[in-house]
C-alpha cells in the first residue's frame, strides 16, 4: 500500500499470501514506484517477526533508521515502526514487566496503576470516569483496541497521578514518564523538541528509539536517550 505524505491517497500495489517481504522484494517494489513518477520516502509497518527481519536485512539499526533508495541512491529512505503498534507495545511493557528510567529508577508501573484506580473509583472521582478496568487487564485480542493504551497513557492520567499522590515519588516519576510520551506523540514529526528538560529527541521522535532489552531473567522499558 502506497500513501500520500500531504495528499489523501492511497492505494493497493502488491497482495499475497503468507509471503514475508524481504530486501528483495522491498527493492522491486520501490523501484516500480519510482519508475511511475512516484517518490519513496519512508517505510512503515507494524512489528511483527517478518517485519523485524526485514528491518535487520535493511541494515536498520536506532543509529542509522535510513536506507539507500535503490532506484535513487542519493535519496534515502525513511524506516519506521508505526505509531498506533509501539503506542500499544510500549503500554503491554508498562504492565507486565519493571520499567526502568534513565536514572535507574525501577517503577512497577501496573501497582501504581492500579492503586489510582482504586482510589479513583473507592472515591468516585467524576475526573476519572474514563479509566477503566479493561485498560490494566485487557489481554489477546483487547490489546490490540488502540483507546485501552491511548486513554491510560495520556496527560489526565498524569495528572491524576499528581493530584491523589502528591508524595509517591515513584508515581510523580511514572507521571512524568507519561507526560513525555503523550507529548511526544503531538510532535512526532517536528524536528526537534524537549519534555521538561529531560531528554531531547531526533525527528523521529521518541518512538523509533525505545526498545526492549533483556538482563538476566528481568525484561524491561527502557529509554534511550539520543
Not at 16 to 29: M, S, Y
Not at 132 to 139: F, G, Q, S, V
Not at 157 to 174: E, G, M, V
Request: glycine share 6%; net charge neutral.
Amino acid at each position: 500500500m502506497i500513501r500520500g505524505l500531504v495528499e489523501d491517497y492511497q492505494f493497493p500495489i502488491f497482495f499475497g499470501f503468507d509471503i514475508a517481504v524481504r530486501k528483495e522484494l522491498f527493492d522491486q517494489t520501490v523501484i516500480m514506484i519510482e519508475n511511475v513518477g512516484g517518490k519513496c520516502l519512508a517505510s512503515t509497518s507494524d512489528q511483527g517477526g517478518d517485519n523485524i527481519g526485514l528491518k535487520n536485512e535493511l541494515g536498520i539499526t536506532e543509529d542509522n533508521v535510513t536506507y539507500p533508495n535503490p532506484a535513487h541512491p542519493s535519496r534515502p529512505i525513511y524506516f519506521l515502526f508505526d505509531f498506533v503498534h509501539i503506542y500499544k507495545n510500549l503500554r503491554n511493557n508498562m504492565l507486565d514487566h519493571t520499567m526502568i528510567l534513565p536514572d535507574k529508577t525501577r517503577i512497577k508501573a501496573l501497582v501504581h496503576f492500579r492503586q489510582l484506580f482504586n482510589h479513583c473509583r473507592g472515591n468516585e472521582i467524576s475526573e476519572a470516569s474514563y479509566l477503566k478496568t479493561i485498560m490494566l487487564d485487557c489481554k489477546k485480542s483487547d490489546r490490540q483496541t488502540v483507546k485501552f493504551a491511548t486513554n491510560l497513557l495520556c496527560n489526565k492520567t498524569a495528572s491524576l497521578l499528581r493530584k491523589y499522590f502528591p508524595n509517591d515519588p515513584l508515581k510523580l516519576k511514572l507521571a512524568d514518564f507519561i507526560d513525555t510520551v503523550a507529548d511526544s506523540s503531538l510532535h512526532l514529526f517536528h524536528n526537534h523538541f524537549k519534555c521538561k528538560g529531560v531528554v531531547q529527541w531526533g525527528w523521529l521522535g521518541i518512538w523509533v528509539y525505545m526498545c526492549e532489552v533483556e538482563k538476566g531473567n528481568i525484561w524491561e522499558s527502557h529509554w534511550k536517550q539520543h
